[in-house]
């Protein structure tokens, strides 16, 4: 009787043992999963669209002439900065400023990198001369022919945190010795050592190891479609970032055969329904993206991010300038700015505060949880509290810079915008009431250029630029 009693008690210890085990087991399993999870949160994936020569007001949500509900949506969904600027309306320098968070002129790549003979480039766009100067830029500024590779990019910052990084697209700052995949990013597609297609249907560029096999199908598609494969099948345990630089709307502009008829249709012309049609095929592009990321599952752990490197090559009304001219005015600099960051953005919400393309890289970096005291000579500012609070930004002057004409920087502090050349003229505006800069008001305002003329003394100096100056 005594035995029977104590093998009863020893099984009901025996099974509470495994009760316990059981337990103990699935808990550690959550504990795992919600720390995947926690990982997962607090290191989303991002995916950046960056398009060329996109304007401002390019956009259906600004002008009824083009349509674009994807990107319109993207916009509505989260925050968008309405005074968005480029540190230098120009394709190389835009994209350098972007992936390093340093300004073109401490860069020294003030001018895109050209081609052709009389710069020392190939055929194949490549060269062994690190500068190029321009006969008509009054500075004689030499200008990079390529991104050094001892800069440091977002997606190197990016890898140390742990993200894998692909590259889509144009990238422009150099040929294949300075690819992306010399800097920091794991894979690239599509990237060529030119600014532009000679054709948006194969055969692309002069580079025929692009797509070679590539039968009729559109630029814009053919880079999409290996992006949308690339996220359907990724699987590796660690956050991703898509860098998707787009090669549209830059010239030649040559939409793709179906949206110029469908724009044809509703009366555009020419080289408009082209344009039309190519901001439509971007808009296609954007939301086969998107829908790639919901169809994975993962719509609620990517933030994307919607920006352009340059206003565009036709009107951009409301402002004056653009890409062919007058490039520092607000029509050449400020461009769409869009951040959709699920559970911390809130829809339809809009900024004014005034921000930079400098400021990606120092953003990227805080986003992915690092630090970004780690970076030196970085001239951007960190835009993480204004994304999550969307608050007002304050901050010192930004400054625009290139080096082409005589027009070469810009200073925008609050309200004013200072425009300097190299000759030494100046013009003053005030943004806020005079969005056209039409109204020069330095010869009104004397203290205001003193002082924006001063602060910009500061910046050559600090950017080592100072012999380039029209101001001292």
Not at 226 to 255: A, C, L, R, W
Not at 454 to 469: D, P, R
Request: glycine residues 8%; proline residues 5%; hydrophobic residues 35%.
């Amino acid at each position: 009787m005594r035995t029977k009693k104590i093998m009863k008690i020893i099984t009901v210890c025996y099974v509470f043992f495994l009760l316990s085990l059981m337990f103990t087991l699935e808990s550690c399993g959550q504990t795992k999963n919600r720390t995947h999870q926690l990982k997962q949160n607090t290191q989303p994936n991002i995916v950046l669209f960056f398009v060329d020569d996109l304007g401002w007001s390019d956009l259906g949500l600004r002008n009824s002439i083009f349509e674009s509900p994807n990107i319109d949506k993207l916009a509505k969904s989260g925050i968008s900065f309405e005074q968005a600027y480029i540190a230098s309306p120009t394709c190389s320098p835009s994209r350098a400023t972007l992936v390093t968070g340093q300004h073109p002129a401490r860069l020294k790549l003030v001018r895109h990198i050209p081609g052709g003979k009389k710069h020392g480039f190939n055929r194949f766009g490549q060269t062994t001369e690190e500068f190029h100067t321009l006969k008509r830029d009054p500075a004689q500024f030499p200008s990079r022919n390529w991104l050094p590779l001892e800069n440091t990019t977002y997606a190197e910052a990016l890898s140390k945190l742990g993200y894998y990084n692909l590259f889509v697209g144009k990238w422009h700052l150099g040929h294949e010795k300075f690819h992306p995949n010399k800097q920091g990013f794991n894979q690239q597609i599509g990237t060529s050592n030119f600014g532009h297609p000679k054709s948006y249907y194969p055969p692309y560029f002069n580079q025929d190891t692009i797509f070679p096999d590539s039968k009729g199908r559109y630029l814009t598609d053919k880079l999409t479609d290996e992006t949308v494969n690339f996220i359907s099948k990724y699987d590796k345990q660690q956050p991703f970032m898509v860098s998707f630089f787009y090669y549209s709307v830059h010239s030649p502009h040559q939409g793709r055969k179906d949206l110029v008829d469908h724009f044809e249709s509703k009366g555009l012309k020419g080289k408009y329904a082209h344009y039309a049609a190519m901001v439509k095929a971007t808009d296609e592009s954007v939301g086969r993206i998107i829908k790639a990321i919901e169809q994975k599952g993962i719509e609620k752990e990517t933030i994307l991010i919607f920006l352009s490197d340059q206003g565009g090559y036709f009107e951009n009304l409301p402002f004056r300038g653009g890409k062919m001219s007058e490039a520092l005015f607000e029509g050449g600099s400020r461009v769409p700015f869009f951040l959709y960051w699920p559970g911390i953005t809130s829809p339809n919400s809009i900024n004014n505060s005034l921000v930079q393309s400098t400021d990606l890289f120092p953003t990227l970096v805080e986003i992915a949880g690092g630090n970004t005291s780690n970076y030196k000579n970085i001239d951007g500012i960190s835009l993480l509290h204004t994304i999550k609070n969307n608050d007002y930004l304050k901050r010192d002057p930004i400054y625009a810079y290139r080096a082409y004409e005589d027009l070469y920087v810009s200073v925008r502090e609050k309200d004013w915008k200072l425009l300097a050349y190299r000759s030494g003229k100046v013009k003053l505006f005030n943004i806020t009431k005079d969005i056209k800069e039409q109204n020069d008001l330095s010869k009104e305002k004397p203290k205001v250029v003193e002082k924006l003329i001063n602060k910009l003394i500061q910046w050559e100096s600090k950017m080592g630029v100072t012999s380039y100056s029209g101001v001292e």
